[in-house]
């Protein structure tokens, strides 16, 4: 019954910490860019706000599916279970990675232009580098939503064999 708990805290933390992420990406994002286009600078304060909201989440989600596949480890032994702990721990460095390694240099960036965002011409070495930063950020979230929807297929696979009663 334990382990029935478990593996539902943990298909519901991995969920809502993906499913936050597909939203934010697939949805949120490209609704705020086609409304504020001509205002990058409040578009990337209101993105930055954002992820720096879905990082807290990720921590919190990442830490209860983490500890949820590690009791699944020490019991289970199941190869599924050390892999979607691999999966999350993974997953939390590429957030922590990303929160403070990338978004700070991307913020340092936008302030060395010294003038609105729309304004700063995209040859300019500092545009250059803001860009290619939102790009690693951009790829760096995108592993964290792979490896999420791996985690959940690893557990779902494991799910029958292991936690429906017989």
């Not at 334990?2 to 990406?25: K, P, T």
């Not at 930055?48 to 990720?58: D, N």
């Not at 949820?68 to 691999?86: M, N």
């Amino acid at each position: 019954m334990m382990l029935r708990a478990l593996a539902v805290a943990e298909q519901l933390a991995l969920a809502l910490w993906i499913g936050s992420l597909a939203g934010f990406a697939f949805v949120f994002a490209p609704a705020a860019f086609a409304r504020l286009s001509a205002e990058l600078d409040a578009f990337a304060s209101i993105v930055g706000g954002s992820l720096a909201g879905l990082t807290l989440l990720g921590y919190a989600c990442g830490t209860i599916a983490l500890a949820s596949s590690l009791v699944s480890v020490a019991v289970t032994h199941s190869a599924a279970a050390v892999a979607r702990a691999a999966c999350i721990v993974v997953m939390l460095a590429l957030i922590a990675y990303s929160q403070r390694a990338v978004v700070p240099s991307m913020i340092a960036t936008q302030a060395s232009f010294g003038a609105p965002f729309n304004t700063i011409d995209k040859s300019d070495p500092r545009r250059i580098r803001y860009d290619a930063l939102h790009a690693e950020s951009s790829r760096l979230f995108g592993a964290v939503l792979l490896l999420g929807l791996i985690g959940i297929g690893l557990r779902t696979q494991e799910f029958p064999r292991r936690l429906l009663p017989r």
